[in-house]
């Protein structure tokens, strides 16, 4: 009965984290600028197809390429940013943002997964990194899903330290939680977003190198990771960092307990479950305003 | 250059080549045989119509038309030309362009689309429209309940399947290697009735089964299920799975420090990338029907060709099957022509010698070919099971995990 | 009077065209009209109350289901309101919980419906029933199909005319220009939104019980949250705020794909993500915009 009590606990953190780092870049689009990013799971899948490469190509080791695969992805969104989304973000009415980005960003993922396919074609793919047990207090983890999820968390915290301290971070949550006062106070709204959008997606990115090292690749894995953000970004409180963070966290932890307590088939019901119950009794979420 | 272009390149260059052939015959150059079919190359169902399917429709076209084109009785050869297209995945998509094959392109032959569902949709308005069609993926106790008179089935269906593997588990328990059965199936069509063959065939063998679990087709966390079984004191696993979750259980067991004296992943396992993977893989059991050893005509020569043209190996269950379907028309034509109800004809009453072995259909069901088991050892899927089939003998116990 | 002899014309055309048309035709016209109806139901709730509902694709799962499932013991055209029937029933239910939910919140909720009632069908029939997916031996034909899909699109979209004129239509307007000032003018508006959200999932279930007999054999994957998407952006891309628009994304969308389906086998994806990509950054309004243009 320990056991199953740390397993619980051990497995729903590892879970956890992961949708952790990969909502909180879905959070810093979506709470910040009311876009809605569909395509968010495919630069995760974009992540863990370059850490792949990295990889089995040039025998890169999977964790160093996190310095290749995030700051690229950085990049990249700076760059759409640019030149797809800040069009919609000039004009338009909060809720007719939410339509169209949804709609621009569809068109995206359909974009990058036939390139995915296209160059990587749809063979399953995938490497062994550390899959070795680790032994303790009596049970056994995956070390490679320990070190996932821990990386995915300190750079979660790291990030979430960051927004607390820095001027930047400072201004992010100012233009999060009262646009039109931050622009009185001469913050760049231009320039935070495109800052965010490319934060957004290299975390999105680094998710996916991390999650390369646990499960086989197809170009059609993204989605789902997008449908688990918007929940835990949801559950959280849109544009809550810290409850993002938190939600993640319990969100993993209740799906292990129900895997472990029921079957399998209950991990979706029991996120649901979760977020249904959390919903009614607090409709802003976790940490919502 | 990416494997598809490589593809495509080959194809038109193999096709170029094969002009000079037609020239010098004294004739004008023969009209193609229009061969339709979808096969999903996006969307979920890509995988495994990219490993089993799609690789063997483009490698037998080449190679026929190598030779000059398909034999068409009473008109000589005449070249293959595909009418193809992408379904996405999406059974209306496909519905729609068979239907559009049949009616708007008037295509003289129709092959498969990848998997069940598929097969399910698309195997009767091939019927409707009198076109047979030999389906190398297409596993259900329900495609008996159809009934259609032009659709064929292939591969071993589950309840045989399932019996073989309660033959061999019955046999290593009389042996004293093994004692206590768990199973685990996914929870989508293919799993259950594995599953609910499972059930009595066990049972009939005299089997103790300590657990059964089933999970849904994109888990991502088994290690709950395997600890139970672990603690339970199981020493043979017999997971009814598909790709991606054969490899995840099969990494999970590894990582939660399992290693049962038998150990069997159902499909996926016969895959190369599943050997790669697990660095050979040695001593793990899974569903098998062919590998390169077999002593069937052009069992070799079909894994070369397949590896020269695609850059990768036939899987070690359907994918052969799907080539000795095409082997099968092939033949049809030859000997009774594109006349529809010839071809059927011909393949009811037929037993076909393929890449595969014997292929012989009863009432739209290939029973020439028995549930099979095979095993992992020193890089090659040796058959195991039944014995009269076999290209290697059983390792019992599985070996430490590499 | 042009427009509704054309609306007119266009109508009659539909109802002959099964007689005329080859099957292939007919059937891209049947999956045209399913779409047109799947995104005319979603635009008359979702296009007043800027309510982004992303449940299509449940309640289309749900229709389907539930026809494969009566479909052996009930004569056509019942399975189709059975269908109708429970995926309103299943609206009234979550509607209460998710339309107390605004913007982002209710739009998340209402996606992850989809693989919820995937997931919770397939527990309930491996625990219980033991089998999953259901067999449709017997199939009505396509032409009746055709004008099955033809009705609940015609419904749909003479629902969606009517329901400006309607009571309810209205409140529901007020309640997309400001919900708390509808509230206080005395609009029960949890009971309208629910009710008219219960009357979209009636037509979206409907469209998938009709379309289900086509593809022989129904499980748990029908449910599909691509489908959510696949509607909205019909909507979105004709223009939300007409009856026409929703049929105008719903025809451009579905002849687009077809088209470049056939055209570029593998790069059909691509160039399609690359004309919603277009769309977008050049047509605020969607495809009804571009009548506007011309005509100013």
């Given at each position: 009965?320990?056991?199953?009590?740390?397993d619980?606990?051990v497995?729903?953190?590892t879970?956890?984290?992961i949708?952790?780092?990969?909502?909180?870049g879905?959070?810093?689009?979506?709470?910040?600028?009311r876009?809605?990013?569909v395509?968010?799971?495919?630069?995760?899948?974009?992540?863990?197809?370059?850490t792949?490469?990295l990889?089995?190509g040039?025998?890169?080791?999977?964790?160093?390429?996190?310095?290749?695969?995030?700051?690229?992805?950085?990049?990249?969104?700076?760059?759409?940013?640019?030149v797809l989304?800040?069009?919609?973000?000039?004009g338009?009415?909060?809720?007719?943002?939410?339509?169209?980005?949804?709609?621009?960003s569809?068109?995206v993922?359909?974009?990058?997964?036939?390139?995915?396919?296209?160059?990587?074609s749809?063979?399953?793919?995938?490497?062994?990194?550390?899959?070795v047990?680790?032994r303790w207090?009596?049970?056994?983890?995956?070390?490679?899903?320990?070190?996932?999820?821990?990386?995915?968390?300190?750079?979660?915290?790291?990030?979430?330290?960051?927004?607390?301290?820095?001027?930047?971070g400072?201004?992010?949550?100012?233009?999060?939680?009262?646009?039109?006062?931050?622009?009185?106070?001469?913050?760049?709204?231009?320039?935070?977003?495109?800052?965010c959008?490319?934060?957004?997606?290299?975390?999105?990115?680094?998710t996916?190198?991390?999650?390369?090292?646990l499960?086989?690749?197809t170009?059609?894995?993204?989605?789902?990771?997008?449908?688990?953000?918007l929940?835990?970004?949801?559950?959280?409180?849109?544009?809550?960092?810290?409850?993002?963070?938190?939600?993640?966290l319990l969100l993993?932890?209740?799906?292990?307990?129900?895997?472990?307590?029921?079957?399998?088939?209950?991990?979706?019901?029991?996120?649901y479950a979760?977020?249904s119950?959390i919903?009614?009794?607090k409709?802003?979420?976790?940490?919502?305003? | 250059m990416?494997?598809r272009?490589?593809?495509?390149l080959?194809?038109?260059?193999?096709g170029?080549?094969?002009?000079?052939?037609?020239?010098g015959?004294?004739?004008?150059?023969?009209?193609?045989?229009?061969?339709?079919?979808?096969i999903?190359?996006?969307?979920p169902?890509?995988?495994?119509?990219?490993?089993?399917?799609?690789?063997?429709?483009t490698?037998?076209?080449?190679q026929?038309?190598?030779?000059?084109?398909?034999?068409?009785?009473?008109?000589?050869?005449?070249?293959?030309?595909?009418?193809?297209?992408?379904?996405?995945?999406e059974?209306?998509t496909?519905?729609?362009f068979?239907?559009k094959?049949?009616?708007?392109?008037?295509?003289?032959?129709?092959l498969?689309?990848?998997?069940?569902?598929?097969?399910?949709a698309?195997?009767?308005?091939a019927?409707k429209?009198?076109?047979?069609?030999?389906?190398?993926?297409a596993?259900?106790?329900?495609?008996?309940?159809?009934?259609?008179?032009y659709?064929y089935?292939?591969?071993?269906?589950?309840?045989?399947?399932?019996?073989a593997?309660a033959?061999?588990?019955?046999?290593?328990?009389?042996?004293?290697k093994?004692?206590k059965?768990?199973?685990?199936?996914?929870?989508?069509?293919?799993g259950?009735?594995?599953?609910?063959?499972?059930?009595?065939?066990?049972?009939?063998?005299g089997?103790?089964?300590?657990?059964?679990?089933?999970?849904?087709?994109?888990?991502?966390?088994?290690?709950?299920?395997?600890?139970?079984?672990?603690?339970?004191?199981?020493d043979?696993?017999?997971?009814?799975?598909?790709?991606?979750?054969?490899?995840?259980?099969?990494?999970?067991?590894?990582?939660?420090?399992?290693?049962?004296?038998?150990?069997?992943?159902?499909?996926?396992?016969?895959?190369?990338?599943y050997?790669?993977?697990f660095?050979g893989?040695?001593?793990?059991?899974?569903?098998?029907?062919w590998?390169?050893?077999?002593?069937?005509?052009?069992?070799?020569?079909?894994?070369?060709?397949?590896?020269?043209k695609?850059?990768?190996e036939?899987?070690?269950?359907?994918?052969?099957?799907?080539?000795?379907?095409?082997?099968?028309?092939?033949?049809?034509?030859?000997?009774?022509g594109?006349?529809?109800?010839?071809?059927?004809?011909?393949?009811?009453a037929?037993e076909?010698?393929?890449?595969?072995?014997?292929?012989?259909f009863?009432?739209?069901?290939n029973?020439?070919?028995?549930?099979m088991?095979?095993?992992?050892?020193?890089?090659?899927?040796?058959?195991?099971?039944?014995?009269?089939?076999?290209?290697?003998?059983?390792?019992?116990?599985?070996?430490a995990?590499? | 009077?042009?427009?509704r002899?054309a609306?007119?014309?266009?109508?009659?055309a539909?109802?002959?065209a099964?007689?005329?048309l080859?099957?292939y035709?007919?059937?891209?016209a049947?999956?045209?009209?399913?779409?047109?109806?799947?995104?005319v139901?979603?635009?008359?709730?979702?296009?007043p109350?800027r309510?982004?509902?992303l449940?299509?694709?449940?309640?289309?799962?749900?229709?389907?289901?539930?026809?494969?499932?009566?479909?052996?013991?009930?004569?056509?055209?019942l399975?189709?309101?059975?269908?109708?029937?429970?995926?309103?029933?299943?609206?009234?239910?979550?509607?209460?919980?998710?339309?107390?939910?605004?913007?982002?919140?209710?739009?998340?909720?209402?996606?992850?419906?989809?693989?919820?009632?995937?997931?919770?069908l397939?527990?309930?029939e491996?625990?219980?029933?033991?089998?999953v997916?259901?067999l449709?031996l017997?199939?009505?034909?396509?032409?009746?199909?055709?004008?099955?899909?033809?009705?609940?699109?015609?419904?749909?979209?003479a629902?969606?005319?009517?329901?400006?004129?309607?009571?309810?239509?209205?409140?529901?307007?007020?309640?997309?220009?400001?919900?708390?000032?509808?509230?206080?003018?005395?609009?029960?508006?949890?009971?309208?939104?629910?009710?008219?959200?219960?009357?979209?999932?009636a037509?979206?279930?409907?469209?998938?019980?009709?379309?289900?007999?086509?593809?022989t054999?129904?499980?748990?994957?029908?449910?599909?949250?691509?489908?959510?998407?696949?509607?909205?952006?019909?909507?979105?891309l004709?223009?939300?705020?007409?009856?026409?628009?929703?049929?105008?994304?719903?025809?451009?969308?579905?002849?687009?794909s077809?088209?470049?389906?056939?055209?570029?086998?593998?790069?059909?994806?691509?160039?399609?993500?690359?004309v919603?990509?277009?769309?977008?950054?050049?047509?605020?309004?969607?495809?009804?915009?571009?009548?506007?243009?011309?005509r100013?």
């Amino acid at each position: 009965m320990k056991t199953l009590l740390l397993d619980v606990v051990v497995g729903g953190l590892t879970t956890g984290g992961i949708y952790a780092l990969v909502a909180l870049g879905l959070n810093l689009q979506y709470g910040l600028m009311r876009v809605l990013n569909v395509a968010h799971g495919e630069f995760l899948m974009l992540g863990a197809y370059l850490t792949y490469a990295l990889h089995t190509g040039w025998g890169v080791n999977p964790l160093l390429t996190l310095l290749i695969t995030g700051p690229t992805a950085f990049a990249v969104g700076l760059a759409l940013h640019r030149v797809l989304y800040a069009r919609l973000l000039e004009g338009d009415a909060p809720e007719s943002l939410e339509s169209r980005s949804l709609l621009l960003s569809f068109g995206v993922m359909f974009v990058l997964q036939n390139a995915a396919l296209l160059v990587w074609s749809a063979d399953l793919r995938g490497y062994s990194y550390l899959a070795v047990p680790l032994r303790w207090l009596g049970t056994v983890f995956p070390a490679n899903r320990v070190l996932a999820a821990g990386v995915a968390l300190a750079l979660g915290l790291a990030f979430y330290a960051y927004l607390r301290t820095s001027l930047t971070g400072k201004a992010v949550r100012a233009l999060m939680q009262e646009p039109d006062g931050a622009r009185l106070v001469g913050i760049q709204t231009a320039r935070i977003h495109a800052l965010c959008f490319g934060a957004g997606i290299a975390m999105s990115a680094v998710t996916g190198s991390l999650v390369s090292m646990l499960f086989e690749l197809t170009p059609f894995m993204g989605l789902p990771y997008t449908v688990t953000a918007l929940v835990v970004v949801i559950l959280g409180g849109l544009g809550n960092m810290l409850g993002c963070l938190a939600a993640g966290l319990l969100l993993g932890l209740v799906e292990t307990a129900g895997v472990y307590l029921a079957s399998s088939d209950i991990r979706l019901i029991s996120s649901y479950a979760v977020l249904s119950l959390i919903l009614i009794l607090k409709p802003s979420g976790l940490f919502g305003r | 250059m990416t494997m598809r272009r490589r593809a495509f390149l080959k194809t038109a260059a193999a096709g170029a080549a094969t002009v000079p052939l037609w020239r010098g015959k004294a004739r004008a150059q023969a009209k193609p045989v229009r061969i339709g079919y979808a096969i999903s190359a996006t969307g979920p169902y890509a995988v495994g119509a990219s490993i089993t399917q799609a690789p063997n429709y483009t490698l037998w076209q080449e190679q026929v038309n190598a030779r000059g084109g398909l034999a068409v009785k009473g008109e000589g050869r005449r070249p293959i030309e595909f009418v193809s297209t992408d379904d996405r995945s999406e059974i209306e998509t496909a519905v729609r362009f068979y239907e559009k094959l049949a009616t708007d392109d008037k295509v003289d032959l129709m092959l498969p689309p990848w998997g069940s569902a598929m097969n399910f949709a698309i195997a009767p308005v091939a019927t409707k429209y009198g076109y047979p069609m030999i389906g190398p993926t297409a596993i259900s106790g329900k495609f008996k309940e159809l009934a259609l008179p032009y659709f064929y089935t292939m591969l071993v269906q589950p309840e045989p399947q399932m019996q073989a593997v309660a033959a061999k588990l019955r046999d290593l328990r009389e042996q004293g290697k093994i004692k206590k059965v768990a199973v685990a199936y996914v929870n989508d069509l293919f799993g259950i009735e594995l599953n609910a063959a499972t059930g009595p065939a066990f049972k009939a063998a005299g089997l103790e089964v300590v657990d059964t679990k089933s999970y849904p087709l994109a888990a991502k966390d088994l290690s709950p299920m395997l600890r139970g079984f672990k603690a339970a004191g199981a020493d043979a696993f017999v997971g009814l799975t598909y790709p991606p979750d054969n490899i995840l259980v099969t990494g999970q067991a590894k990582e939660v420090d399992w290693n049962p004296a038998v150990f069997f992943t159902g499909v996926g396992t016969a895959f190369p990338f599943y050997r790669d993977r697990f660095k050979g893989a040695e001593g793990v059991m899974g569903i098998a029907g062919w590998n390169p050893k077999v002593k069937f005509a052009g069992a070799k020569e079909y894994f070369d060709a397949h590896v020269k043209k695609h850059q990768k190996e036939p899987d070690r269950w359907a994918s052969a099957f799907a080539y000795a379907s095409l082997q099968i028309l092939e033949r049809c034509v030859g000997e009774v022509g594109l006349d529809h109800a010839r071809i059927k004809g011909m393949l009811d009453a037929t037993e076909f010698q393929t890449v595969a072995g014997p292929i012989k259909f009863v009432k739209g069901e290939n029973v020439a070919t028995p549930g099979m088991i095979g095993q992992w050892q020193k890089n090659e899927f040796e058959l195991v099971w039944p014995k009269t089939w076999a290209t290697g003998t059983p390792v019992v116990p599985k070996p430490a995990w590499a | 009077m042009a427009a509704r002899l054309a609306w007119a014309a266009l109508g009659a055309a539909l109802v002959v065209a099964p007689q005329v048309l080859a099957p292939y035709y007919r059937s891209l016209a049947l999956a045209i009209l399913a779409d047109v109806g799947l995104a005319v139901a979603w635009a008359f709730f979702s296009g007043p109350t800027r309510y982004l509902s992303l449940a299509t694709g449940a309640f289309f799962g749900a229709g389907a289901y539930t026809t494969a499932v009566v479909m052996a013991r009930l004569p056509w055209p019942l399975p189709v309101l059975a269908a109708a029937g429970v995926a309103a029933a299943m609206a009234l239910l979550v509607g209460t919980l998710a339309l107390r939910l605004r913007g982002p919140y209710f739009a998340v909720f209402t996606f992850g419906l989809a693989e919820l009632a995937k997931h919770t069908l397939i527990w309930f029939e491996t625990s219980i029933t033991g089998t999953v997916g259901r067999l449709l031996l017997s199939p009505p034909g396509p032409v009746t199909l055709y004008y099955t899909v033809l009705a609940v699109a015609g419904l749909a979209v003479a629902t969606a005319m009517a329901l400006p004129r309607a009571r309810w239509g209205v409140a529901l307007i007020g309640i997309g220009a400001d919900e708390e000032r509808a509230e206080t003018l005395g609009i029960d508006t949890t009971r309208v939104k629910i009710g008219v959200f219960a009357l979209s999932a009636a037509f979206m279930g409907a469209v998938g019980g009709a379309m289900a007999p086509r593809w022989t054999y129904i499980d748990p994957q029908v449910f599909n949250p691509l489908v959510s998407f696949q509607t909205v952006i019909m909507a979105l891309l004709g223009g939300p705020a007409t009856v026409a628009g929703p049929i105008l994304g719903a025809v451009f969308l579905g002849l687009l794909s077809e088209i470049l389906l056939v055209k570029f086998r593998y790069l059909y994806m691509l160039s399609l993500g690359l004309v919603l990509i277009g769309v977008v950054l050049l047509l605020p309004a969607g495809l009804s915009g571009l009548r506007r243009i011309r005509r100013a």
